[in-house]
């Protein structure tokens, strides 16, 4: 990855210097340690979560997979309306006022009460869900996982706040280490489990353990060491603040989380856990070559940014071109291996009985991944255009499109029908971001 990362910014480099030159004059730390160390943090996010799906589908198979990503699905839903968009705030506010430590605590202990007092009645009406919800997806288990995350909802409001600071700080490798930390403990936490031979029920119960350890870890770590308990001498006016920028951005987050999971949810409703189980193994593996497109947008972004300042369309145009004719070929060749080595891991991890089916499954969604990176690595285009609106219109259109189609597939075709659907979704939202470019920006990707 590292290697990858070099060449990439050595591209960009040689394609553009004059811009390249500028942003690097302030953003070295972004671009150089701090950008290595996030895409470090990525790499075991996706690790992890592979091992996360091996671990359980190995030991408990695949219907207890099936159950935990069900679970999974559902707690990522809520968590955005517990955190109610105030960690976007808290980035912002902190980043403008970096040097203000004693203010940079105020912006931080009134986002944190804020959520406090958000999270006990979202955690009220996310208990209420869980019935209906349950019975929608028609599995008793999934009620008693969704239970055990109820703890975790706060705690993970309360460390998205906290690891946003550290990132409003420019504490980059803290950032780093504390965004991967999570995607550590939970494989170990789900292991644990597994070693206890607890019931299968008892690994959504991860989820709170893990967050639960990171949120003291943060807090130690960060009060007093990195910012000081400031009294409250402008909490009214951080609070319209927070609640302002939060509700903004709040809807865009909330679809984000459900665009994710809407296709898990969709077959946990018309098929058994154990189908969503074999799915979501190899959706997950597939969408984890989608880190290589992310990787390449953290890149990508603070130099459309730049060029947006300074209405450099053209140059726009000039990078979207170029860098596909040096990501495209990278893609399709981590795709195509990718494909030929999934039986060997299913073999190594999974029911060799579902092989083919999940098989059909991974391939069409690499497919879908490696159509749309070209242009996946160029989405921060609407956010650095300044359209925050926009984007969240494009993202519903993506999530009511995945709907409606899912709603037709998977009744007719099954879990490969699913598949195919996130494929399409991908190719999509390809698609729309062209539209979306030329109309709004006039700009020809």
């Known amino acids: 990855m590292k290697r990858f990362t070099e060449k990439l910014l050595a591209f960009l480099e040689k394609l553009n210097p004059e811009i390249f030159r500028k942003i690097k004059a302030s953003m070295t730390s972004r671009l150089g340690q701090g950008f290595s160390w996030n895409m470090l943090s990525l790499v075991i996010l996706a690790a992890n979560g592979f091992l996360m799906n091996a671990l359980i589908v190995a030991t408990r198979g695949e219907e207890a997979l099936g159950v935990f990503n069900q679970v999974y699905a559902i707690y990522l839903i809520f968590s955005q309306v517990v955190v109610f968009g105030l960690h976007h705030s808290v980035l912002r506010l902190v980043s403008v006022n970096e040097k203000d430590r004693d203010y940079c605590s105020e912006i931080t202990i ?20 869980i019935k209906p919800i349950s019975n929608f997806l028609d599995s008793p288990d999934v009620i008693a996982g969704l239970f055990y995350t109820l703890p975790s909802l706060f705690f993970f409001s309360i460390n998205k706040v906290l690891i ?30 597994i070693v206890l031979k607890l019931d299968s029920r008892y690994i959504s119960l991860s989820l709170s353990i893990c967050e639960f350890i990171l949120s003291i870890w943060l807090f130690v770590f960060i009060f007093p060491k990195v910012l000081p308990f400031a009294r409250q001498t402008h909490f009214k006016e951080l609070s319209k603040e927070h609640l302002s920028f939060g509700y903004r951005g709040f809807l865009s987050g909330l679809l984000i989380g459900i665009n994710t999971k809407i296709d898990v949810l969709m077959i946990g409703s018309f098929m058994t856990d154990t189908h969503v189980g074999i799915y979501s193994f190899a959706a997950s593996l597939a969408e984890g070559l989608y880190e290589i497109t992310v990787v390449a947008q953290l890149t990508l972004n603070p130099l459309i940014g730049k060029a947006f300042a300074t209405n450099d369309n053209k140059g726009i145009e000039t990078l979207s071109r170029e860098f596909k004719k040096m990501f495209y070929p990278l893609m399709i060749f981590f795709g195509v291996l990718s494909i030929a080595l999934y039986p060997l891991v299913v073999k190594l991890f999974a029911n060799p009985g579902y092989l083919i089916d999940s098989w059909i499954i991974f391939s069409v969604i690499v497919i879908g991944v490696v159509i749309n990176s070209g242009y996946g690595a160029m989405q921060g285009l609407i956010m650095q255009g300044n359209r925050p609106g926009l984007y969240t219109f494009f993202i519903f259109a993506l999530v009511i499109g995945d709907a409606l189609m899912n709603l037709i597939a998977i009744p007719t075709m099954g879990i490969i029908g699913a598949g195919l659907v996130t494929m399409v979704t991908y190719i999509l939202s390809m698609v729309y971001l062209i539209r979306i470019s030329k109309k709004e920006f006039f700009i020809n990707l």
């Open 164 to 193: 946003n600071v550290l990132n409003g700080l420019d504490e980059m490798k803290t950032f780093s280490f504390f965004r991967s930390l999570r995607y550590v403990l939970l494989p170990v936490i789900i292991l644990i489990i």
């Open 110 to 129: 009134s986002a944190l009460i804020l959520i406090t007092l958000i999270s006990i009645p979202a955690t009220i009406l996310s208990m209420l869900l």
